[in-house]
């Protein structure tokens, strides 16, 4: 199975290559449904999808947003682009921008996004008659049901799903509250998460008098989604005929990025080794920001299980401490993140195999050798004795303090 992940900015597409990603999902500064990443411009598209190639990965262009009227004709600008660059597909969940853009651009493939909510095996043959070569499949089917699909359509159509991230309470994420309340239309990229907002009751008859959203012993659950994870299950998702797995976070850091593609990618050898999984894969997992976990729809529906009713705040073990630039033999050369102390005990986030091993700071310098007490200044670069051979793009992170 291919491993598909976020990339928000070129910083965020190296992360996911270095750590193990097949392909990267990314978007221009329009029509894609992340209006508030960083993005891509023209340059920006083109370099990365360029980069991608020079790494013998794929770059695939989200431009799922549902068209106005006023959005056809720069549209059509935008998909000569993309196949000018070679862009490897476009991400479409509007019908009349999949049928647009087969007809002026056949040759870049073309992906169905999860917003189109494709939920059955019709609906994938209609979509493969039109032009699709993969269909992101709508979040709330159930691995049956996928099996059932990829039983009754050619192997040549290929399926995708998401794996890991942040879940919409809307249905495949199509949700009218961030529009109702606050004009931005989440349908066109600009969500404000209002489902992760705090809220309390007014009763009618009492006003003024505010109740918070407790838990009782059902359970209160009407928003709030706990984020999906399958790093366990990638066999069944493979069994089920699944070509790709699908990372959500272009919203995301360079260090969630890091964190889940790489435990992924881990997964995915184990898998394709005929190994059992690690249950310290998972683990990791919550070195990165999360809101606990759940399996989403893949076996049944998860009812209050899928929920995380005491807070929409997203929580992690670790913080990024420092991007490994190199190593001269003896001293690991770091650009400090987060603040770095004589004597915090550092773990080394890595594809290679001195993933998790640590590494005291013992002594910080700067690159005049100038002995430091602590590294403070952002992006400040420093250099640590290590004996280990970082390599660029290890990260350095250190355990959050519990207060």
Not at 138 to 149: P, V
Not at 369 to 393: F, G, R, T, Y
Request: hydrophobic fraction near 40%; proline fraction near 4%.
């Amino acid at each position: 199975m291919e491993l598909l992940s976020p990339a928000g900015n070129m910083e965020r597409l190296e992360t996911a290559f270095y750590y193990g990603a097949d392909a990267v999902y990314l978007a221009g500064r329009s029509f894609g449904l992340r209006a508030f990443a960083d993005n891509f411009d023209a340059q920006g598209l083109e370099t990365a999808v360029s980069r991608a190639h020079s790494l013998g990965k794929k770059a695939y262009i989200a431009s799922n947003i549902f068209m106005r009227e006023g959005d056809i004709a720069p549209f059509k600008e935008y998909l000569n682009f993309l196949a000018q660059i070679k862009a490897d597909g476009i991400i479409i969940a509007d019908l009349g921008g999949a049928r647009l853009a087969k007809t002026l651009c056949p040759e870049l493939p073309l992906h169905i996004s999860t917003q189109f909510n494709a939920m059955n095996h019709l609906t994938a043959l209609m979509l493969r008659d039109l032009g699709a070569s993969r269909i992101i499949l709508a979040r709330e089917l159930s691995l049956d049901e996928i099996k059932r699909i990829r039983d009754n359509i050619p192997d040549s159509l290929e399926l995708e799903c998401f794996v890991h991230g942040a879940m919409c309470m809307a249905y495949s994420g199509r949700c009218l509250l961030s529009s109702f309340l606050t004009g931005r239309q989440a349908n066109r990229g600009e969500c404000a998460q209002p489902c992760r907002w705090e809220y309390y009751l007014m009763e009618k008859k009492r006003p003024g008098e505010y109740m918070p959203l407790t838990e009782d012993a059902r359970g209160t659950y009407i928003l709030n989604s706990r984020d999906l994870c399958m790093i366990e299950h990638l066999s069944q998702l493979s069994s089920a005929g699944i070509n790709s797995i699908k990372i959500e976070g272009r919203m995301k850091t360079a260090y969630y990025t890091a964190v889940v593609t790489n435990a992924y990618r881990r997964a995915l050898n184990l898998m394709e080794q005929g190994k059992p999984f690690e249950p310290a894969l998972k683990e990791e997992l919550l070195k990165a920001s999360n809101r606990d976990f759940t399996t989403g729809f893949y076996f049944g529906n998860p009812l209050s299980e899928g929920q995380r009713p005491q807070s929409g705040k997203c929580v992690q073990s670790y913080e990024f401490s420092a991007l490994c630039l190199g190593w001269d033999g003896t001293h690991a050369i770091l650009e400090q993140r987060n603040r770095i102390e004589k004597g915090d005990i550092l773990e080394i986030l890595s594809p290679n195999n001195y993933f998790q091993s640590t590494v005291k700071a013992e002594r910080i310098l700067d690159m005049e050798n100038n002995e430091l007490e602590c590294a403070d200044k952002v992006q400040q670069i420093i250099k640590l004795p290590c004996a280990l051979p970082l390599s660029k793009n290890d990260i350095l992170r250190k355990r959050i303090s519990e207060k």
